[in-house]
């Protein structure tokens, strides 16, 4: 682990690092305000599908911390209010019925605070299980020396352990089959830019910052050897969620031949649906694209198109690497 942390519960209260302000300045927020969570997730304080999840089962804990009476109320006030956060991402709701299953068997509630807080603290556990177990599972299917290119970030900061894509970098890093890491800047938050070279930098691994739109012609250069994105929500069929410019990737490494792979935890995937097209996908307010960090960059009359998301058809995909398995195509999830 490195010398920062995303989300940890502590003393009964929450702390998280703001990944608004990252990587210029390392602020942690400590709060144990359910409605302070949701913010956060909202505004991207707290971000990445895994990490998503985990907040909002340790909100739903602090939101039932020191009730005397009126639990239920309260527990179903904080789970409608957690759930409206973020609509694309999967883990928030699958972390948020775990622990609407753990509220629902208690018969009395005098240590429904106790019970939902280790609950939380399994679902954070677990997940840090399962990134080591994607980056096992990932690196197998990496040439020695391999040079990887990532977009958005899937590290510690998008997870509660060593992340998803990044997990297979960082420990395909420390076995020597990836030797080098492009990291897309991911327009228009910056997630590459800021967080994955925040992550890739705390590693010691080399890389570069490319803008998004320069893929295609490293790719022409034969410089790629592999794609390795993480996921916020993958249908039965393998169609994918994961941040807007993943298909663009995938498309390339299509017409290029380069092995393009998923990355995600059991919890990103939605059996209940059969394919991406039933995946809502976010749209963000039209400043994320006017403004560059509080920076007006063109006028605000100009209308935007601002998805978060795009989904991957499944014939695009190569594996979809996970902490039980690895799977190949023809998907059935
Ligand atoms: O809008 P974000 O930053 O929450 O989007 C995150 C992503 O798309 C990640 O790639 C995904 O959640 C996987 S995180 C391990």
Redesign the pocket.
């Known amino acids: 682990m490195n010398d920062f942390f995303s989300l940890k519960f502590k003393n009964d209260y929450f702390i998280f690092i703001d990944?608004t302000r990252l990587p210029l300045e390392e602020i942690y927020i400590e709060t144990d305000n359910y409605e302070r969570i949701a913010e956060a997730i909202e505004r991207?304080e707290i971000?990445?599908?895994?990490?998503?999840g985990i907040a909002a089962a340790y909100g739903i804990t602090v939101a039932l911390k020191n009730i005397l009476s009126q639990h239920e109320t309260q527990f179903n006030i904080a789970y409608e209010r957690l759930k409206r956060t973020?609509p694309?991402?999967v883990?928030l709701f699958w972390a948020l019925d775990e622990m609407k299953k753990v509220f629902q068997l208690q018969n009395n509630f005098d240590d429904i605070y106790d019970k939902l807080k280790a609950s939380a603290i399994q679902i954070h556990n677990e997940d840090i299980i399962s990134c080591d177990k994607i980056g096992e599972n990932g690196i197998e299917l990496l040439e020695n020396d391999s040079v990887i290119l990532t977009?958005?970030?899937?590290?510690q900061l998008?997870?509660g352990g060593s992340?998803?894509?990044?997990s297979i970098l960082k420990k395909g890093f420390e076995a020597g089959k990836v030797k080098f890491v492009y990291a897309d800047e991911?327009r228009p938050?910056l997630?590459g830019s800021r967080?994955t070279a925040f992550e890739l930098s705390k590693s010691n691994i080399p890389f570069e910052i490319l803008p998004d739109s320069a893929a295609a012609f490293l790719m022409k250069q034969r410089k790629i050897d592999a794609v390795i994105?993480?996921?916020?929500r993958i249908a039965k069929n393998g169609d994918t969620?994961?941040?807007?410019g993943?298909y663009n990737l995938a498309i390339l490494c299509n017409y290029y031949n380069i092995p393009f792979y998923i990355?995600?935890?059991t919890s990103?995937i939605d059996s209940s649906i059969n394919s991406g097209d039933e995946i809502k996908i976010?749209m963000?307010g039209s400043e994320e694209i006017s403004h560059i960090r509080g920076i007006k960059v063109t006028k605000e009359e100009y209308a935007t198109y601002t998805p978060?998301?795009d989904v991957t058809t499944n014939e695009l995909i190569t594996a979809i690497i996970t902490d039980k398995q690895v799977y190949k195509p023809p998907f059935n999830l």
């Open positions: 990944q991207l971000r990445g599908a895994p990490a998503i973020r694309t991402a883990n977009h958005c970030n899937t590290g998008a997870t992340g998803t894509a990044f991911t938050l997630q967080l994105v993480g996921a916020d969620a994961n941040k807007i993943t990355a995600a935890p990103t976010e963000r978060a998301f």
